[in-house]
């Protein structure tokens, strides 16, 4: 899987050596309370070396689930995911690709968030992605913003994904580029 560079962060292929962060990144309640119907926060780190193994089998020429590291320091601030949404139980059709984020308490309202999804969603423009959602917890108004600041366009709430009503967000891509100052390269 490729790396993404933006002007302070490198969305990278998850490696076994980051079990540790990935541990301390989703056992932690206020990490994961927006992730789904039913959050459950990770119990042990065999769980991350679990969910490690299953990021990197993602080998797909657009969609990834990326650690977000600092360029600065290469010290790991979040995770980042590009792939088709999960359907709730008896919904049907396409699996529309979805892009998310959650980052670790110390790297929050510094804007990486809105950073590494505007390089993520420059580098799927590029590769031929027309469009994308970000399906939102309604209660989650961090996410809310960074949709916003991304040019996402406010659907309304829907329960087609996650078994639960979720506050969707559309942006078509077009191969323009996400409105923010993130530049990009990609190794």
Known sequence: MRSIVTDRLILRP????????????????????????????????????????RRRALDHPVHGIWAIARRDSNALAGNLLLKPAHLSAGASGERPVEIGWHLHPSAQSLGFATEAAAGALTDAASRGLASVLAVTDPRNSASHRVCRRLGFAEEGITSRFYDSPQLVFSRVLSGDTPPTPASHTVR
């Open 14 to 53: 998850w490696e076994e050596g980051d079990a540790d962060f990935l541990f301390d990144l989703e056992s932690r309640w206020e990490t994961v309370r927006y992730l789904g119907a039913d959050p459950t926060p990770m119990r042990s780190k065999s769980e991350a070396v679990a969910s490690i193994q």
